[in-house]
């Protein structure tokens, strides 16, 4: 029996003449455009509140926990039942398919009010097969104070299908998540305080000094000299009407402000998990001279079988022969011309043939030597 195994060091998904992998936004020219004051800032104290839930799936076909390797599922179970007035002996061992054990996920919007609805997502916990088809019972969401701040329940929406038969299984997406639209009553509000007495502060997505300034003279353009002021770079004070109907109108009027952002970072992002290389408008590269080879490890395993004479009162024996060959591939040395904007550096890149495996390494080796003009960013 022979076994072949092909080892290629920067040639995972192939050669291409446009990198696969490569996500090219914001192609045109460097100049900013305008944006609205509310797409580049936020009013301090106006934030989302993360809240988190343990709660049970029924309606399962089969496809829950195996309570006997999930206890938590089992004791959560029985602590249900004992509330509706069902009272099951610990020791026993319930061997329930249709339930699954979950962890519930949900987000509070600033202003949410008592009996809104807000969206949920459930994720299983245990071992079970699959959520689709089941029903989350009424499960209490709490925030990081502990305090219970809504409660969930509602039919799941898996976005995914599979089936397994004899030894064999075909699974379609993901079945181990799902989400239920308005699947959470709010219960507790979080007072959300829209200001700090006279003023309003402001921040920032990102600090950045020079888009901040631009913020303040739209601000101060706009409604009078004075009213804006930043304290750093990333924090606008703006004097508002202390009145809370004013108040609003006046933010409303601010948040609909277009700002021309200075010009953005460049900045080359990559994920090695993935391939994937996504980059900026900004991001120029220098003259250049990039080789990269490719490295074949390729291995062959044979089993032979040796059968001494009839006569000789041997034992047969099984020896593994292997046989090793490692070839370099050819890596000739492109020169890459400078680009002074994306469309140019995405033609560079493309003349190298480089598969996005490849990518990752020449992208590293040009910004340690100092021709990639961008941070470069792994994630």
């Known amino acids: 029996m022979a076994r072949s195994i092909h080892t290629q060091a920067g040639k995972f998904l192939g050669r291409t003449a446009i990198v696969a992998g490569l996500a090219i ?19 301090q104290g106006v934030r989302n509140n993360q809240l ?24 959560s179970i029985i602590n249900m039942l004992a509330q509706l007035g069902t009272t099951l002996p610990t020791t026993q061992s319930l061997q329930l398919k249709n339930v699954a054990a979950v962890m519930v996920t949900a987000i509070l919007p600033p202003f949410a009010r008592t009996g809104q609805q807000i969206d949920i997502t459930v994720s299983s916990m245990g071992n079970a097969k699959s959520l689709r088809g089941g029903t989350l019972v009424m499960t209490p969401l709490k925030g990081a104070d502990g305090q ?5 329940q509602g039919n799941l929406l898996v976005g995914g299908a599979g089936a397994a038969s004899a030894g064999s299984k075909v699974v379609v997406n ?22 700090q007495g006279p003023f309003v502060h402001y921040e920032m997505a990102t600090t ?70 996504v980059m900026n408008q900004t991001v120029t ?65 493309n003349a190298l043939g480089a598969g ?12 340690a030597a100092g021709a990639l003009r961008a941070e470069l960013e792994i994630i």
């Open 148 to 152: 219970i701040y809504a409660q969930a």
């Open 52 to 75: 988190v839930g343990y709660g049970l799936v029924v309606g399962l076909d089969g496809s829950g926990d195996q309570t006997t390797q999930t206890p938590f599922t089992t004791q």
């Open 208 to 277: 950045d000094f020079g888009t901040t300034q631009r913020v303040v003279e739209a601000i101060n353009r706009e409604i009078g000299p004075g009213t804006a002021q930043a304290i750093d770079g990333r924090l606008v004070r703006v004097a508002a009407p202390e009145d809370a109907n004013s108040r609003v109108a006046f933010l409303g009027r601010l948040e609909s402000l277009d700002v021309r952002p200075t010009k953005t970072v460049a900045k080359v992002i990559i994920n090695p998990r993935t391939g994937s290389v």
């Open 25 to 43: 936004a914001l192609l045109g020219s460097g100049q900013a455009v305008a944006e609205r004051l509310k797409d580049l800032a936020s009013v």
């Open 174 to 195: 993901h079945l181990l998540a799902g989400r239920v639209v308005g699947g959470a009553t709010v219960e507790r509000e979080v007072p959300t305080a829209l200001g």
């Open 356 to 367: 996005p495996q490849d990518l990752l390494s020449i992208l590293q080796s040009m910004k």
């Open 285 to 349: 590269i220098d003259s250049c001279a990039v080789a990269h080879g490719n490295l074949s490890v390729i291995i062959n395993t044979e089993q032979k079988v040796s059968q001494p004479n009839t006569l000789a009162g041997g034992q047969t024996v099984t020896t593994t022969q292997s046989e090793i060959d490692i070839k370099q591939g050819g890596g000739s040395l492109i020169q890459l011309k400078a680009g002074v904007n994306l469309a140019e550096v995405v033609k560079a890149i």
